[in-house]
């Protein structure tokens, strides 16, 4: 049985606390937040769970063998490395740190003391990404030509990250996972509308080595929710609406044929190709019970996490690229660099 400390118990702070519990391999020992009115709720809903304001004090209780933080990212480095210091693994929410130099120390920090670090990229564990996956692995959709998503919604307005930062993490790390191409470059642009607040919508578009080209609306000023990618091919194209509670996955055997024709090689003939939708069968387990339980094989077996630190690493590093972009009118930005520049 893995010691499972919680550090805030705000927006999603009950979410990862609840799954601790249920998840069987782990049990959670403390929950530490600055609200008296928070810890009160969790003390009706969890008597058995002990409550402090004292984050360091939970981390440094011997008792506890891993800290998952669910704070403000500008807390993140400072809490994790405490952690990980004192010997613990770290299960850490979105993004992993507020800059890439912050994410690199924690992996480093973890590396040399043999911790797991696992990012909460919750929507890599949902049942939908892992079958578009296996999809793209096992070649099933062929050459693919594009990654089109939008998550929109009416707020929730953050105060210390834009909306790259809040929503387009999710679809960065979700693009992480499913396609087997690392992009090398990003264009973005991004304005706010509420004055003293970040930029409330943004648009990312992603270049890579091949033919591939990715692109990502996030917006918190929308009057309607959609969290809708659209992955075309050349073989199979796929519709992921996150918001359909059933058939979030509809695969579509559709796409074109070029040929050139016989008599002039520099004539081109575009063929439409019109077949079956079809909608395949999903896992139907809750993404973030799946993940603290995959946190707790890790941390069991001392194996690499699907999103380990690495991986929030190279999410962070587009964003910052993003960020750069952004106040530069969409200038593309190598990620090379980026990185380099760290």
Known sequence: ?????????GYWGPNIVRNFVEAGETCVLGVSDLS??????????YPHIQVTADAIGLIRDPRVDAIAICTPVNSHFELAMTALKAGKHVFVEKPIADNSDHAQRMIEEAC????????????????????????????TLGEIYYYDSVRVNLGLFQHDVDVMWDLAVHDLSIMQAVLEETPLAVSATGMTHVAGRPANVAFLTLFFASNLIAHLHV???????????????????????????????????KGIT???TPHNLHEVLVSYRTGDMWSPKLETMEA????????ADCVQQNCTPLTDGVAGLKVVQILEAASRSALDRGRPIELAQAAMAV
Do not use: C
């Open 1 to 9: 049985m893995i010691n499972v400390g919680v550090i805030g118990y």
């Open 36 to 45: 008296p009115s928070r810890l009160a709720l969790l003390r009706m809903r």
């Open 112 to 139: 040399r003391r043999k911790l797991i670090l696992m990012v909460d990229h919750t929507f890599v564990y949902t049942g939908a990404v892992r079958k578009i996956r296996e999809l793209v692995q096992s070649d």
């Open 219 to 253: 917006n918190w000023l929308s009057p309607v929710k959609l969290r809708r990618t659209l992955i075309g091919a050349n073989r199979q194209m796929i519709v992921y609406d996150d918001l359909e509670s059933s058939d979030k996955i509809k695969i579509y055997d």
């Open 258 to 260: 070029v040929t050139n």
């Open 288 to 295: 973030l019970l799946t993940e603290v339980r995959h946190f």
